[in-house]
Nanobody
């Protein structure tokens, strides 16, 4: 699976952005998908994940209620709708794919990673 993330940019606090991650390859529908982010000088952290079949979603506490992850298997694309953005959301956002069915908040279970897209939230 090859992943291409897009949709990042500069936005004011309180604004919204939608990130997309397009996957190539035949196994997208069999993979759980996740979003992670990494701010300058910080560790990469889990943001959200969505399972492959039921579409069950998982969120980090810091984004719960503000971000929504979704997927369109017909388009082999996963989305991250980000609302009520705050400066602390500033980071490079990465999408990732895994064939595991648990521990979605752990980066080391993901087999494939996109190149990242930068989100900058100004105050």
């Amino acid at each position: 699976v090859q992943l291409q993330a897009s949709g990042g940019g500069l936005v004011q606090a309180g604004g919204s952005l939608r990130l997309s991650c397009a996957a190539s390859g035949r196994t997208f529908s069999s993979a759980a998908m996740g979003w992670f982010r990494q701010a300058p000088g910080e560790e990469r952290e889990f943001v959200a994940a969505i399972t492959r079949s039921t579409g069950r979603t998982y969120y980090a506490d810091s984004v719960k209620g503000r971000f929504t992850i979704s997927r369109d298997n017909a388009k082999s694309t996963v989305y991250l709708q980000m609302n009520s953005l705050i400066p602390e959301d500033t980071a490079v956002y990465y999408c990732a794919a895994t064939h595991y069915s648990y521990n979605f908040d752990q980066a080391n279970i993901y087999n494939y990673w996109g190149q990242g897209t930068l989100v900058t939230v100004s105050s």
